[in-house]
């Protein structure tokens, strides 16, 4: 009936009694119009007789709470996604005309009457819709392929998807691995793979190697793989280059087996990002030179980390701190030891440049009883006002009552005050397995640890401050205690960690008999750690990678926060792009959150720098830049192979197949077919509430309202 597959009324009472009421209301209806006063003719009795029953029965549905039940079977067509690679590298020329396979491939949708039943998208950096009427829009510009996003945007889709058809090099240069997804999505998905997959003669700078943490002054070293195909014992160069001026040349023999690794020694003279090139040498015959050249950028950190030792007294634990520190040619380390008032180890030394000067302190001891109020006023100061981070240890000789008064920068609440001490080991729970300041050479980092000799707390009322994360807790006599040991503090710019112990060094005199670097690499684990603020600004802006193709689209974000670290999100943030005497600005959109987003687009090629401000309420929060590069190497051009691997196990896992572009035609049946098998049946159910649907009360009060009427009209009673 109008075609519902169901209909159905639920009540909250037996069905029986609901049409019980009706017949007594009905009843009682017939009952108060059997006689009338003055009688009036049967027609309009019988008529007043149905106004009052539907009004009572409507009224009814309030205490049966009926609920209508409608299912409707509607037919679902299924539908076949065409995504076509709409990327730079379908323009290669090999010989197999990948453009024109494309156009093919969609013009024989047409012709075996497909078209109604697919839809067409392309894909590169971004998924877009495209139709039949516009294929002029599939002009093989985007500078990057993403597979990951035929996916999401084929679960985006809410239609009985038959199939999804993938025409590609499959030459994947952005985006994640999507294989996992499309397997779990249980959709087949068929590939169409345009290019050659026969291996040409080329020679290529396939990876390179280096440090994370590079120090300006310090040598560091670069390897590149290099790879060859139908070039061996051919002579080569390949050069280092740091913003493109020559910093070294390596001549080669290519290799028989095809790839081998070329080593530079790499010495940055100043800080900052660095934009650095290893170039190999066209050789005649290559089938491109595109891929000849890798392009990367590096942070080279400040020449060598200044840190500036504090002791209250000299102490073994001062001792074993400093000449861990100094164990690293990346850290230039200083120090000022009190040995009494007004007297210091360090003669003739400088003491407020050092301060002034220092990245890093680490506070051994210190304050102590001796350290004058103007010492240690100048190091609160250089916490306090210009974040510098630091390591505290309570060693021997440290005045907790004169350490209060550094509390509000402290990572620790410091409660009673005491002269004893508690003899403790380090408990650590096997959460903390992946903390890099935990870190060692043993089987078992943590076991090294809570297997560490006793050293001593004070036995004063030390808590861990809310934002602080405790790393380590204390156990006595093997007894876990709910007291802090290792603590580490972020807020904001402001960073710290604190060992709230004295006679440390034991734990290096425990481990280097057994070969352990437990001791050595905390200490020179806390000094990168602290050392490392760029994910602390108050204003972050970043490009989503650093290479782009021309004519790529350029992502800008930021994030933007108060003096409290709270999220803005009504700020203006203006970014300013610079490449040679050419200007541009991009003003960045909000998005909620302190999160914020723009973009970029040019076709002109070179390197590119970007300054960016963040202005809230006419006060300037922060800003950053950074640099980008377009168009020096197009990534779409590197790998001039169709790759037939990937692309055939995409589709045999999924459920699918692959086609070359020489038999893809034998895909169009297969289609047909699915689309045949694919169509199913939804029944759509809709819940209708009649007891609380307001229309039904309006009618009510309507039918009472006209019985009201024609009795009056008939001089009723």
């Given at each position: 009936?109008?075609n519902?597959?169901?209909?159905n009324?639920d009540?909250?009472?037996?069905?029986?009694?609901?049409?019980?009421?009706i017949?007594?209301?009905?009843?009682?209806?017939?009952?108060?119009?059997?006689?009338?006063?003055?009688?009036i003719?049967?027609?309009k009795?019988?008529?007043l007789i149905?106004?009052?029953?539907?009004?009572?029965?409507?009224?009814?549905?309030?205490?049966?709470?009926?609920?209508?039940?409608?299912?409707?079977?509607?037919?679902?067509?299924?539908?076949?996604?065409?995504?076509?690679d709409?990327?730079?590298s379908?323009?290669?020329?090999?010989?197999?005309?990948?453009?024109?396979t494309?156009?093919?491939f969609?013009?024989?949708?047409?012709?075996?009457n497909?078209?109604?039943?697919?839809m067409?998208?392309?894909?590169?950096?971004?998924?877009k819709?495209?139709s039949?009427?516009?294929?002029?829009?599939?002009?093989?510009?985007?500078?990057?392929?993403?597979?990951a996003?035929?996916f999401?945007?084929?679960?985006?889709?809410n239609?009985?998807?038959?199939?999804?058809?993938i025409?590609?090099?499959?030459d994947?240069?952005?985006?994640?691995?999507?294989?996992?997804t499309?397997i779990?999505?249980?959709?087949?998905?068929?590939?169409?793979?345009?290019?050659?997959?026969t291996t040409?003669?080329?020679?290529?700078?396939?990876?390179?190697?280096?440090?994370?943490?590079i120090?300006?002054?310090?040598p560091?070293?670069?390897?590149?793989?290099?790879t060859?195909?139908?070039?061996?014992?051919?002579?080569?160069?390949?050069?280092?280059?740091?913003?493109?001026?020559?910093?070294?040349?390596?001549?080669?023999?290519?290799?028989?087996d095809?790839?081998?690794?070329?080593d530079?020694?790499?010495?940055?003279?100043?800080?900052g990002e660095?934009?650095?090139t290893?170039?190999?040498?066209?050789?005649?015959?290559e089938?491109?030179?595109?891929n000849n050249?890798?392009?990367?950028?590096?942070?080279?950190l400040s020449?060598?980390?200044?840190?500036?030792v504090?002791?209250g007294?000299?102490?073994?634990?001062?001792?074993f701190v400093?000449?861990?520190?100094?164990?690293?040619d990346?850290?230039s380390?200083s120090?000022?030891?009190?040995?009494?008032?007004g007297?210091?180890?360090?003669?003739?030394?400088?003491?407020?440049?050092?301060?002034?000067?220092?990245?890093?302190?680490?506070?051994?001891?210190?304050?102590?009883?001796?350290?004058?109020?103007?010492?240690?006023?100048s190091v609160?100061k250089e916490?306090?006002?210009?974040?510098k981070?630091?390591?505290?240890?309570?060693?021997?000789g440290?005045?907790?009552?004169?350490?209060?008064?550094?509390?509000s920068?402290l990572p620790?609440?410091?409660?009673?005050?005491?002269?004893?001490?508690l003899?403790?080991?380090p408990?650590?729970?096997?959460?903390?397995?992946d903390?890099?300041?935990?870190k060692n050479?043993?089987?078992?980092?943590?076991?090294?640890?809570n297997n560490?000799?006793?050293?001593?707390q004070?036995?004063?009322?030390l808590?861990?401050?809310?934002?602080?994360?405790?790393?380590?807790?204390?156990k006595?006599?093997?007894?876990?205690?709910?007291r802090?040991?290792?603590?580490?503090?972020?807020?904001g710019?402001?960073?710290?960690?604190?060992?709230?112990?004295?006679?440390?060094?034991?734990?290096?005199l425990?481990?280097?008999?057994?070969?352990?670097?437990?001791?050595?690499r905390?200490?020179l684990?806390?000094?990168?750690?602290?050392?490392?603020?760029e994910?602390?600004?108050?204003?972050?802006?970043?490009?989503?990678?650093?290479?782009?193709?021309?004519?790529?689209?350029?992502d800008f974000?930021?994030?933007?926060?108060d003096?409290?670290?709270?999220?803005?999100?009504?700020?203006?943030?203006?970014?300013?792009?610079?490449?040679?005497?050419?200007?541009y600005?991009?003003?960045?959109?909000?998005?909620g959150?302190?999160l914020?987003?723009?973009?970029f687009?040019?076709?002109?090629?070179?390197?590119y720098?970007?300054?960016?401000?963040?202005i809230?309420k006419?006060?300037?929060?922060?800003?950053?830049n950074?640099?980008?590069?377009?168009?020096?190497?197009?990534?779409?051009?590197?790998?001039p192979?169709?790759?037939?691997n990937?692309?055939a196990?995409?589709?045999?896992?999924?459920?699918?197949?692959f086609?070359?572009?020489?038999?893809y035609?034998q895909?169009?049946?297969?289609?047909?077919?699915?689309?045949k098998?694919?169509?199913?049946?939804k029944i759509e159910?809709?819940?209708?509430?009649?007891?609380?649907?307001e229309?039904?009360l309006?009618?009510?009060?309507?039918l009472?309202?006209?019985?009201?009427?024609?009795?009056?009209r008939?001089g009723?009673?």
């Open positions: 009936m109008f519902f597959e169901r209909i009324l009540l909250s009472f037996p069905s029986i009694l609901f049409f019980l009421f017949i007594l209301l009905v009843g009682y209806a017939i009952y108060t119009y059997r006689y009338t006063i003055p009688q003719p049967n027609g009795k019988i008529f149905i106004l009052r029953s539907l009004a009572l029965i409507l009224l009814l549905f309030v205490f049966f709470e009926p609920v209508l039940t409608l299912a409707k079977k509607k037919v679902l067509e299924p539908v076949n996604l065409i995504f076509l709409n990327s730079r379908i323009q290669i020329k090999d010989g197999t005309n990948r453009e024109q494309e156009k093919d969609v013009a024989g949708l047409k012709q075996n497909l078209r109604s039943n697919s067409l998208f392309t894909f590169g950096s971004n998924v819709g495209l039949y009427d516009s294929l002029k829009e599939l002009n093989f510009s985007e500078g990057s392929t993403n597979f996003n035929i999401t945007q084929a679960a985006k889709i239609q009985n998807i038959s199939s999804i058809v025409v590609s090099d499959g994947i240069n952005d985006g994640s691995d999507p294989l996992h499309a779990k999505m249980n959709i087949p998905v068929y590939t169409v793979g345009v290019g050659d997959s040409r003669n080329d020679v290529a700078v396939k990876n390179v190697l280096y440090n994370q943490m120090y300006a002054g310090t560091t070293s670069i390897v590149a793989s290099i060859n195909t139908g070039f061996v014992n051919k002579n080569i160069t390949v050069s280092l280059y740091e913003n493109d001026a020559f910093v070294q040349q390596k001549n080669i023999s290519l290799s028989p095809g790839i081998q690794n070329v530079f020694t790499y010495t940055p003279k100043t800080g660095k934009k650095l290893i170039a190999a040498s066209n050789t005649p015959g089938f491109t030179f595109a050249r890798k392009v990367f950028y590096v942070n080279v020449n060598k980390v200044k840190v500036l504090l002791a007294s000299p102490s073994p634990d001062v001792s400093k000449n861990t520190l100094r164990s690293d990346n850290f380390v120090s000022i030891t009190q040995v009494a008032a007297k210091f180890v360090e003669r003739g030394e400088d003491q407020q440049r050092l301060i002034d000067s220092a990245n890093i302190f680490f506070l051994i001891g210190f304050p102590s009883r001796e350290t004058s109020p103007q010492l240690f006023q609160i916490i306090s006002e210009k974040d981070p630091y390591f505290i240890s309570l060693s021997s440290t005045d907790i009552s004169k350490l209060k008064a550094l509390q920068e620790f609440i410091i409660g009673n005050i005491s002269n004893d001490y003899e403790i080991q408990d650590i729970s096997a959460s903390q397995q903390n890099p300041l935990l050479n043993a089987a078992n980092p943590i076991a090294a640890w560490l000799p006793p050293i001593y004070p036995n004063i009322n808590t861990a401050k809310p934002e602080s994360e405790i790393i380590s807790k204390v006595i006599n093997n007894i876990p205690i709910n802090p040991l290792i603590l580490t503090r972020t807020l710019s402001k960073k710290s960690i604190a060992v709230l112990a004295k006679d440390i060094w034991r734990w290096k425990e481990t280097v008999p057994q070969n352990l670097d437990l001791f050595d905390f200490i684990s806390s000094v990168k750690w602290l050392n490392t603020k994910d602390h600004k108050q204003v972050t802006i970043k490009t989503s990678k650093k290479l782009y193709s021309p004519g790529e689209v350029v974000s930021a994030q933007v926060y003096q409290t670290f709270n999220p803005v999100s009504d700020a203006d943030v203006n970014v300013k792009i610079k490449s040679g005497n050419d200007n600005e991009v003003n960045l959109n909000p998005l959150s302190g914020y987003e723009g973009t687009q040019t076709n002109k090629p070179g390197d720098s970007f300054s960016g401000n963040a809230h006419n006060n300037k929060l922060g800003s950053d950074g640099k980008f590069n377009i168009g020096e190497v197009d990534i779409e051009m590197l790998n192979r169709m790759n037939y990937y692309l196990l995409l589709s045999n896992q999924s459920g699918g197949k086609f070359y572009n020489s038999n035609r895909l169009y049946p297969i289609l047909k077919e699915l689309n098998k694919s169509s199913k049946d159910v809709s819940d209708i509430n009649l007891w609380s649907n229309w039904l309006v009618v009510a009060i309507l009472f309202g006209l019985e009201w009427f024609f009795r009056k008939a009723m009673l």
